[in-house]
């Protein structure tokens, strides 16, 4: 049973990694230099989500509202559809803060893949960072960026909209965001799946401002 | 028409709006044991509620509010029934300390005594139909108003988990049934919950069946 576990896990580990050994680096530049939208419009008030997810076998449903309350400050709070909130939290540049959380959910692990998840989805990466420029077999545009020991892959489609965000960590997907947008290219549903956490979220607007 | 004509024309359709001149009329409660024995009374009359309810959620940093409708039903000792119809459906129901909540044909359910803040609010929601919020001084001290339609008590908690995330709780009878027709939750961050029930049926026949979920 150990054997069969540890030959799954490097089958795992050898067909992620294959996705990423697959691209070939055209370029390296400053992330300033590079075309790429970011993923919520900077300029948005505030934006409706229906959220769905699941958590350690516990699903919840209901409303996820994100306040710009100043420049990259935002402040966020998910209810279920009987109005009980979920949890609350604020991002100030990218620090977060847990304001409330239901009782439910307060695990360490839960609260940091929140953290994590919405950060990565409300911020782009710091000016500084230099990104490498690859292209994988269907010649799409990938931009790659190296953040906290942890590798960004940022998909890109021919509008320079990210469609997919995967991070990588020792070679091995951690999480998946797929990013969807209507016909004005403002951005209409997001899935965020971890590969090495129970947590599924589904995000769908409904307003944006 | 400048701001002035606007606001003046605002306030003479706001003070023909009976609620709002209700609102401006709220003075101390004149007799507050009357009022609380007849509550007593109705509620121990009260073996079963069926109700419209009417649910605006308000978030303090944001303008948009949330409004769901659904039905209620209450069926006396601990048994009760939370359908949400619009704008989605959600049902959560409580039969004595078992909490069940369906949601998008999922159904999770748990001890009401594992949580806290369920524990709280079921608390909250039974004692409030009964009266017998009034009584417990350690987790709410109670003010009592009224205006010319409507007994206002103001429950601000006293003590314990409420008292770290709920400012006050106001609940809104009626000056005909003594029945609850409003209920408001005010938490700390600002944050307010609405529920007004509407076309109450007092001691209807509720089948056992509804405060189950299959």
């Known amino acids: 049973m150990k ?14 990694s294959s996705i990423y050994e697959n691209m070939s680096l055209v370029g390296v530049k400053k992330f300033e230099d590079i075309d790429i939208n970011p993923i919520l419009s900077e300029e948005f008030n505030s934006a409706v989500f229906a959220v769905e997810f699941e958590v350690a076998g516990n699903y919840f449903s209901g409303t996820l509202f994100i306040k710009q309350t100043s420049t990259l400050v935002y402040k966020s709070t998910i209810i279920n559809n009987a109005g009980m909130n979920i949890i609350s939290f604020k991002f100030d540049n990218r620090k977060f803060s847990l ?52 590798n960004l892959y940022y998909f890109l ?31 209409s549903q997001i899935d965020i799946n971890h590969y090495n956490f129970p947590l599924d979220i589904k995000l769908t607007l409904t307003k944006m401002e | 028409m400048n701001k002035y004509h606007i606001i003046f024309i605002s306030l003479l359709i ?22 609380l024995t007849k509550v007593e009374k109705e509620s121990k009359n009260t073996l079963s509620i069926s109700s419209d309810f009417t649910q605006e959620k308000h978030l303090s940093f944001i303008s948009e509010k949330v409004i769901s409708k659904g039905k209620f039903y209450f069926k006396k000792e601990n048994l009760l029934r939370w359908e949400y119809i619009e704008p989605y459906e959600y049902l959560i129901v409580i039969n004595g300390d078992q909490f069940f909540i369906r949601d998008n044909d999922r ?31 350690t987790k709410f001290t109670p003010a009592f108003f009224e205006t010319r339609s409507e007994y206002i008590i103001k429950l601000l908690p006293a003590s314990g988990n409420m008292k770290k995330f709920l400012d006050k709780i106001v609940l809104i009878f009626s000056k005909v049934d003594y029945s609850l ?3 408001q939750m005010i938490e700390k961050n600002g944050d307010k919950t609405d529920i007004t029930f509407s076309n109450k049926i007092m001691n209807n026949e509720i089948p056992d069946e509804k405060f189950n979920i299959d």
């Open chain 2, 107 to 137: 159904v999770i359910s748990f001890d009401i005594k594992s949580s806290k803040m369920f524990t709280e609010i079921n608390d909250i929601m039974l004692s409030a139909l009964t009266g017998d919020i009034f009584k417990d001084k």
């Open chain 1, 157 to 187: 489609d021919i509008n320079f909209n990210i469609y997919q965000l995967d991070l990588v960590r020792q070679s091995e997907r951690v999480v998946s965001y797929i990013f969807s947008y209507n016909i004005n290219f403002i951005i």
């Open chain 1, 99 to 150: 304001i409330s959380c239901l009782e439910e959910l307060r695990n360490k692990y839960i609260i940091k893949t929140f953290e994590d998840d919405f950060r990565n989805i409300l911020y782009m990466p710091g000016n500084s960072s230099l990104v490498n420029l690859l292209k994988n077999e269907e010649n799409s545009n990938i931009y790659m960026i190296t953040d906290s020991g942890s």
């Open chain 1, 3 to 16: 054997n069969l576990i540890s030959i799954s896990f490097l089958f795992a580990l050898t067909s992620c």
């Open chain 2, 14 to 35: 706001l003070l023909n709006n009976n609620t709002f001149a209700d609102s401006l009329n709220v003075e101390s409660m004149k007799n507050v044991n009357e009022f």
């Open chain 2, 181 to 183: 027709i409003k209920l």
